[in-house]
């Protein structure tokens, strides 16, 4: 068919899909969901909305006011045209007098051309530039009904969303997996208005109040005078603030830990951090802490990993999720919630639930899920969909409300007022991705990028000329409460609740429930750190906070550091660890984990087999041979050239290959040296990163000799088998567990 016909077909579609939502309902009417009022003239139809208001899914015919032909996607026709649908002859060329002559002033089309490019690229965000998104679906349990009347908590209802994961400190071209905590917002088009989920991968933050925000990040940024170093806390800018903040320290170790260096977006946990206030039909409240719990499990790199991924593929992160979804392994959350009763002084067992920087240990309160997010589908255009879309804390449907917390509060300001210039005015909201599913009737007019045409006379209230259209909402029609919580009589200050003063007791507990390996893996990030700052008085300052932490983490660093621990200036803490908060001990699925298989020309029986059983078991294989193309019938994805093993979770070995022509020369090598390397020097890399990355390894065949040689046969994690499957099942037990920690020195303990 001609490419017109099919995009007349998906016009059609994407048209009557929109009508019914948007057909216009009259006020009153039965089944209408608009309230009877006493409007001073009597009612009449409403205006149609705004024709923009279409889904991202179902772009409403642009123009439909102005008799124009509707649009079901930017591209339309066969032929290339100017911005004005003109059709164009030639965009290769300038117009010139002559073929060696000047450009002329009039080549109209060469102004458009190059004028749009030149403004292409438009402003970062001024933090969590460096993101990717997705589209996926949730689907409630209905397990929060009793809580809140939001619709899209009522059991099976499905909602659509879009997801942007993101690092805080790096620019938009930044590495993927640097240490940093990482952004987790959701933005659910539910039926009753957006609601944005702007949460992170760690529960506390750095600051108490909105108000310091500015400095926490212009002391975690860059240096302004030579803007360097980028996606880094390693610098001196950063520790001046944290050691002198103390707040920031439960922020600071939880960036410390694996935590600041996830596996993937996959494996990441998301939380609200701050406390919000549910209300139910009845109007009951309570408040809540929002959890994402993801199916595959917490999981992080190592710091080793993490920085041979930086400079290897630095889209790491990027690539997986899009490369997960594709592959049909998609990434699966479980939404929770952490629910306490709405008593007076907003506390739960002694915990202040305004203060961002503390948690509520799950043992105290178990998160209870609420729904299931899943998502599949990958943006079509990175830039209309994961780099236009905006959040907003202030995007609540009815039943979820906000509290006091006045990290919150200020939020609630800032989301708004950074699209006025990131996205250049106040009409973000009608950017397809940032539309709201839900009809939308507002009297906001004009500005910046109007995409709607108006209809009506009237965008006021009352009127009378547009026959009082819109109307407001009660409570029968489901109108947003903003829940009538009583503010105490106090004097107006600039100062904090008493409990915000205690900045240590909670990063003591975080340092308590981490396993021996998570402490040693905290120590050695401190260590790398601090020493990388140059400031002597700046180590010495946090070397204190880590006394008022705990001892034995402090004296660890000042090891590492060459300089005197110093003693607690406070009594240390008395706190219960929360297990819930380490990530080792326990077992995960190993969905969408990737398995490198080093191969040769021979055994393709068992690696056949091998491939067949990794698939099966919803893992991707990736081959890994002396050159590209095929080895067989298989195709290789791998070369040892382009392999590095950051990129794999595990490695079966089928072959034990010699040195390629294309190797470097090993060690062994050398003159004097014992003789030629047995093994290709990059397989023995590759075993070798393997193994001090604590993953599992597996060899069958003349595989094992590739064990033999690198000295690794017979330690923890290390698989010999007769045949490749049984490798491999071993090899998979060993990946339930995410890595394999005995291999681990834990000098902490
Ligand atoms: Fe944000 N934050 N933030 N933040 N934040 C932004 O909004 C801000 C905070 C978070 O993928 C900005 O559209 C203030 C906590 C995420 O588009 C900006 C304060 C949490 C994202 C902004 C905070 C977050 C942002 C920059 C202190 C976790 C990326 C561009 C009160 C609960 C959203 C933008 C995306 C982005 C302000 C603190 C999460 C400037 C003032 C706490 C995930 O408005």
Same mark, same amino acid.
């Given at each position: 068919?001609?490419?017109? =016909? ?35 003239? @009597? ?21 439909? =006011? ?42 109209? !089309? ?140 439960? !922020?600071?170790?939880?960036? *410390? ?9 996959? !494996? ?55 490369? /997960? ?24 067992? %002694? ?42 804390? %202030? ?81 029968? =029609? ?35 429930? *981490? ?15 601090? %020493? ?110 382009? /392999?590095?093993?950051? =990129? ?44 001090? !990355?604590?993953?599992?390894? %597996? ?6 000799? @590739? ?43």
């Amino acid at each position: 068919r001609k490419p017109t =016909e099919v995009i007349k077909d998906v016009v059609e579609t994407a048209a009557s899909k929109v009508t019914d939502a948007l057909t216009p309902k009259v006020p009153g009417a039965p089944g209408s969901g608009t309230p009877t009022v006493e409007e001073p003239t @009597a009612p009449r139809d409403p205006l149609p909305p705004k024709s923009e208001q279409g889904t991202p899914d179902t772009r409403l015919p642009t123009g439909s =006011e102005t008799g124009a032909p509707p649009t079901a996607n930017a591209q339309q026709g066969a032929y290339l045209t100017t911005s004005q649908g003109a059709r164009l002859r030639d965009t290769d060329h300038s117009l010139k007098a002559g073929p060696r002559g000047p450009v002329l002033m009039q080549d109209h !089309h060469f102004r458009e051309k190059i004028m749009h490019f030149d403004h292409e690229r438009i402003p970062e965000r001024v933090v969590h530039a460096r993101g990717a998104g997705a589209h996926g679906m949730f689907t409630a349990y209905g397990t929060a009904e009793a809580v809140t009347r939001a619709g899209f908590l009522k059991k099976g209802k499905e909602t659509p969303v879009f997801v942007r994961f993101s690092t805080v400190l790096g620019s938009r071209g930044s590495a993927d997996t640097v240490r940093d905590t990482r952004g987790f917002a959701t933005k659910f088009y539910t039926d009753e208005g957006t609601f944005d989920l702007v949460g992170n991968n760690m529960p506390v933050f750095f600051i108490q109040d909105a108000i310091k925000f500015p400095d926490i990040i212009h002391a975690a940024k860059w240096h302004p005078d030579r803007e360097i170093p980028q996606a880094q806390s390693a610098h001196d800018t950063f520790w001046d603030f944290v050691s002198l903040h103390t707040e920031a320290q439960h !922020h600071a170790i939880w960036n *410390m830990s694996d935590r600041g260096i996830p596996r993937s977006y996959r !494996h990441m946990e998301g939380f609200g951090v701050h406390t919000f206030r549910l209300v139910n039909n009845a109007g009951e409240t309570v408040l809540v802490k929002f959890h994402w719990k993801p199916k595959l499990g917490v999981h992080s790199l190592t710091w080793e990993e993490a920085q041979i991924t930086n400079g290897v593929d630095p889209d790491f992160h990027r690539r997986d999720l899009y490369d /997960a979804i594709e592959a049909g392994a998609f990434p699966e959350w479980e939404l929770g919630l952490q629910i306490f009763p709405d008593t007076p002084d907003e506390t739960f067992a %002694g915990i202040d639930l305004l203060d961002p920087t503390k948690i509520v240990p799950e043992e105290l309160a178990p998160v209870q899920p609420v729904g299931r997010l899943v998502l599949n589908r990958t943006p079509t255009n990175f830039f209309a969909e994961s780099e236009q879309v905006a959040f907003h804390l %202030g995007n609540l449907p009815p039943g979820i409300d906000v509290t006091n917390d006045p990290l919150l509060q200020g939020r609630l300001f800032s989301y708004l007022d950074t699209q006025l210039t990131r996205l250049a005015g106040p009409n973000f909201s009608q950017i397809p991705i940032n539309r709201p599913h839900a009809p939308v009737n507002d009297m906001l007019r004009d500005g910046f990028h109007q995409h709607a045409v108006h209809g009506g006379v009237a965008p006021y209230r009352p009127n009378s000329l547009d026959g009082g259209n819109p109307f407001t909402a009660g409570d029968a =029609e489901n109108a947003f409460l903003d829940v009538p919580v009583v503010v105490a009589e106090a004097p107006k200050i600039r100062e904090n609740p008493v409990s915000f003063d205690d900045h240590f007791s909670q990063t003591r507990l975080f340092w308590l429930s *981490m396993s021996p390996v998570e402490q040693e893996h905290i120590i050695r990030a401190y260590t790398f750190e601090l %020493g990388k700052c140059y400031e002597q008085a700046i180590k010495e300052r946090q070397l204190q906070c880590l006394a008022n932490i705990d001892p034995v983490l402090c004296a660890q660093v000042a090891t590492g550091l060459g300089l005197p621990a110093p003693e607690p200036t406070r009594p240390l803490a008395d706190v219960a660890p929360s297990p819930a908060l380490s990530q080792v001990g326990q077992e995960w699925p190993a969905d969408g984990r990737i398995v490198g298989i080093v191969v040769g020309e021979d055994g393709l029986d068992d690696v056949r087999s091998v491939r067949t059983a990794i698939f099966g078991a919803g893992m991707v294989p990736l081959l890994i041979a002396p050159h590209g193309g095929m080895v067989g019938d298989l195709p290789v994805q791998r070369t040892f050239a382009t /392999a590095r093993s950051v =990129e794999f979770d595990a490695l079966l070995l089928a072959t034990a290959p010699p040195p390629a022509p294309d190797a470097l020369p090993a060690r062994d090598d050398k003159a004097g040296a014992p003789g030629p390397a047995a093994l290709d020097p990059r397989v023995t890399l590759l075993i070798d990163e393997c193994w001090r !990355h604590a993953k599992a390894i %597996g060899a069958w065949g003349t595989g094992t000799a @590739a064990l033999a040689s690198t000295g690794v046969a017979g330690t923890p994690g290390v698989v010999s088998a007769d045949s490749g499957t049984a490798a491999l099942t071993e090899v998979q037990q060993l990946m339930a567990t995410h890595r394999v920690w005995q291999r681990f020195p834990t000098a902490a303990a």
